[in-house]
């Protein structure tokens, strides 16, 4: 649900990208690339539950001692400038995508492959079945739901042009 909410704001707000998806360029390849750009773009999963350090680690200066509780930022690493090259544009065709909208390692997201398959299904029918939209009303007023963990919005209002 973040991930299609979360994605079509992203898609509105960069028409051009949105345009990709449909235009000529189209197709499976560029349906899976999007996906992955819109998950690393705005994360649904925004916060990482907290973990706790197995060993002292000392990271930009900063020691986390064993046992110290941390909170990885999933939105902020998805958007870190050495890791992806003009990390705040929304580009559908960016390849490779490694980001973390899923996590890593033994607290990968079980449903991820779920979540692909309903993005994929999900944003191309959008476009095509909801035509030329805009939002119906300026981003920044936009409600997002209260959360700590996840990021999603409560409606995504729009109107034809």
């Known amino acids: 649900m973040n991930l299609i909410g979360n994605g079509m704001l992203a898609l509105l707000r960069n028409p051009g990208e949105a345009a990709r998806l449909t235009g ?5 390849g560029l349906v899976t690339t999007a996906v992955e750009e819109l998950l690393r773009y705005d994360s649904p999963v925004r916060d990482a539950t907290f973990r706790c350090a197995a060993e002292p680690i000392e990271l930009h200066g900063q020691l986390i001692g064993e046992g110290d509780i941390v909170s990885l ?3 902020s690493a998805n958007r870190d400038e050495s890791r992806f090259r003009d990390a705040d544009r929304l580009d559908v065709g960016r390849a490779p995508n490694d ?5 890593y390692g033994p607290h990968f997201c079980i449903g991820a492959a779920l979540a692909r ?6 944003f191309p029918l959008l476009l095509e079945r909801l035509g030329p939209v805009v939002l119906a009303k300026p981003a920044d007023e936009l409600a997002w ?4 963990v996840m990021r999603g919005l409560a409606a995504l209002p729009v109107v034809r042009t």
């Open 24 to 28: 000529p360029e189209s197709g499976p």
């Open 73 to 75: 930022l999933i939105g």
């Open 99 to 103: 980001h973390l909208a899923f996590g």
């Open 117 to 122: 398959l309903e993005g994929a299904v999900a």
């Open 145 to 148: 739901r209260p959360a700590r």
